[in-house]
Nanobody
Framework: QVQLVESGGGLVQPGGSLRLSCAAS????????IGWFRQAPGKEREGVSC????????YYPDSVKGRFTISRDNAKNTVYLQMNNLKPEDTGVYYC?????????????????WGQGTQVTVSS
Protein backbone atom coordinates (compact mmCIF):
# COMPACT_ATOMS: atom_id res chain seq x y z
CA GLN A 1 0.00 0.00 0.00
CA VAL A 2 2.93 2.35 0.58
CA GLN A 3 4.49 3.47 -2.66
CA LEU A 4 6.81 6.10 -4.08
CA VAL A 5 6.82 6.45 -7.85
CA GLU A 6 9.40 8.50 -9.73
CA SER A 7 8.74 9.98 -13.15
CA GLY A 8 10.14 12.60 -15.49
CA GLY A 9 13.40 10.99 -16.52
CA GLY A 10 14.60 10.75 -20.08
CA LEU A 11 17.34 11.60 -22.55
CA VAL A 12 18.61 15.18 -22.61
CA GLN A 13 21.58 16.98 -24.11
CA PRO A 14 24.28 18.50 -21.91
CA GLY A 15 23.09 21.84 -20.60
CA GLY A 16 19.47 20.76 -20.71
CA SER A 17 16.94 20.48 -17.91
CA LEU A 18 14.60 17.91 -16.44
CA ARG A 19 12.09 17.95 -13.62
CA LEU A 20 11.68 14.69 -11.75
CA SER A 21 8.57 13.92 -9.72
CA CYS A 22 8.16 11.63 -6.73
CA ALA A 23 4.52 10.83 -6.05
CA ALA A 24 3.56 9.19 -2.76
CA SER A 25 0.60 6.92 -2.14
CA UNK A 26 -0.49 5.05 0.96
CA UNK A 27 1.01 7.69 3.24
CA UNK A 28 1.27 11.44 3.53
CA UNK A 29 4.77 12.70 2.84
CA UNK A 30 4.28 15.93 4.79
CA UNK A 31 5.79 14.29 7.85
CA UNK A 32 8.74 12.66 6.11
CA UNK A 33 12.16 13.80 5.09
CA ILE A 34 12.52 13.16 1.36
CA GLY A 35 15.83 12.38 -0.27
CA TRP A 36 16.83 12.06 -3.91
CA PHE A 37 19.57 9.62 -4.83
CA ARG A 38 21.21 8.53 -8.04
CA GLN A 39 23.14 5.47 -9.10
CA ALA A 40 25.39 5.39 -12.13
CA PRO A 41 26.45 2.09 -13.73
CA GLY A 42 29.07 0.40 -11.59
CA LYS A 43 28.78 3.02 -8.85
CA GLU A 44 27.20 3.09 -5.42
CA ARG A 45 24.03 5.02 -4.79
CA GLU A 46 24.73 8.61 -3.76
CA GLY A 47 22.56 11.35 -2.33
CA VAL A 48 21.94 14.41 -4.49
CA SER A 49 19.37 16.28 -2.40
CA CYS A 50 17.25 16.17 0.73
CA UNK A 51 14.39 18.25 2.10
CA UNK A 52 13.87 18.18 5.85
CA UNK A 53 10.46 17.36 7.30
CA UNK A 54 10.82 19.56 10.37
CA UNK A 55 11.60 22.95 8.85
CA UNK A 56 11.83 22.40 5.10
CA UNK A 57 15.55 23.05 4.95
CA UNK A 58 17.42 21.47 2.06
CA TYR A 59 20.76 19.86 1.37
CA TYR A 60 22.82 19.53 -1.80
CA PRO A 61 26.28 18.09 -2.29
CA ASP A 62 28.83 20.21 -4.11
CA SER A 63 28.44 18.14 -7.26
CA VAL A 64 24.91 19.47 -7.89
CA LYS A 65 24.75 22.65 -5.81
CA GLY A 66 23.46 25.55 -7.86
CA ARG A 67 22.04 23.26 -10.53
CA PHE A 68 19.48 21.09 -8.69
CA THR A 69 16.53 22.27 -6.60
CA ILE A 70 14.29 20.10 -4.44
CA SER A 71 10.75 21.17 -3.56
CA ARG A 72 7.53 19.67 -2.25
CA ASP A 73 3.86 20.18 -3.02
CA ASN A 74 1.91 18.81 -0.08
CA ALA A 75 -1.43 19.29 -1.84
CA LYS A 76 -0.28 16.86 -4.54
CA ASN A 77 1.64 14.61 -2.12
CA THR A 78 4.59 15.01 -4.46
CA VAL A 79 8.24 16.03 -4.25
CA TYR A 80 10.14 17.42 -7.23
CA LEU A 81 13.75 17.63 -8.28
CA GLN A 82 14.45 20.37 -10.80
CA MET A 83 17.72 19.66 -12.60
CA ASN A 84 19.31 22.39 -14.71
CA ASN A 85 22.54 22.59 -16.69
CA LEU A 86 22.79 18.82 -16.80
CA LYS A 87 26.15 17.18 -17.39
CA PRO A 88 27.02 13.71 -18.71
CA GLU A 89 28.20 12.73 -15.23
CA ASP A 90 24.64 13.29 -13.98
CA THR A 91 23.57 10.17 -15.88
CA GLY A 92 22.08 7.44 -13.74
CA VAL A 93 18.93 6.02 -12.21
CA TYR A 94 17.34 8.54 -9.86
CA TYR A 95 15.45 7.38 -6.78
CA CYS A 96 13.36 9.17 -4.20
CA UNK A 97 13.14 7.96 -0.62
CA UNK A 98 11.17 8.88 2.50
CA UNK A 99 12.47 8.77 6.06
CA UNK A 100 10.57 9.26 9.31
CA UNK A 101 13.43 11.06 11.04
CA UNK A 102 13.29 14.82 11.38
CA UNK A 103 16.76 15.37 9.99
CA UNK A 104 18.22 15.30 6.51
CA UNK A 105 20.52 12.37 5.90
CA UNK A 106 22.37 10.78 3.00
CA UNK A 107 22.77 7.45 4.82
CA UNK A 108 20.60 4.86 3.08
CA UNK A 109 19.28 3.12 6.24
CA UNK A 110 17.72 6.41 7.32
CA UNK A 111 14.98 5.97 4.74
CA UNK A 112 11.93 3.76 5.20
CA UNK A 113 10.48 3.79 1.67
CA TRP A 114 12.06 3.79 -1.77
CA GLY A 115 10.77 4.23 -5.28
CA GLN A 116 11.78 2.07 -8.23
CA GLY A 117 13.76 4.81 -9.94
CA THR A 118 13.67 6.73 -13.20
CA GLN A 119 16.46 6.79 -15.77
CA VAL A 120 18.23 10.06 -16.59
CA THR A 121 20.65 10.05 -19.50
CA VAL A 122 22.65 13.15 -20.42
CA SER A 123 24.35 12.74 -23.77
CA SER A 124 25.01 14.64 -26.97
Amino acid sequence: QVQLVESGGGLVQPGGSLRLSCAASGFTLDYYTIGWFRQAPGKEREGVSCIRSSDGSTYYPDSVKGRFTISRDNAKNTVYLQMNNLKPEDTGVYYCAAGSGSGCDDDLPFYDYWGQGTQVTVSS
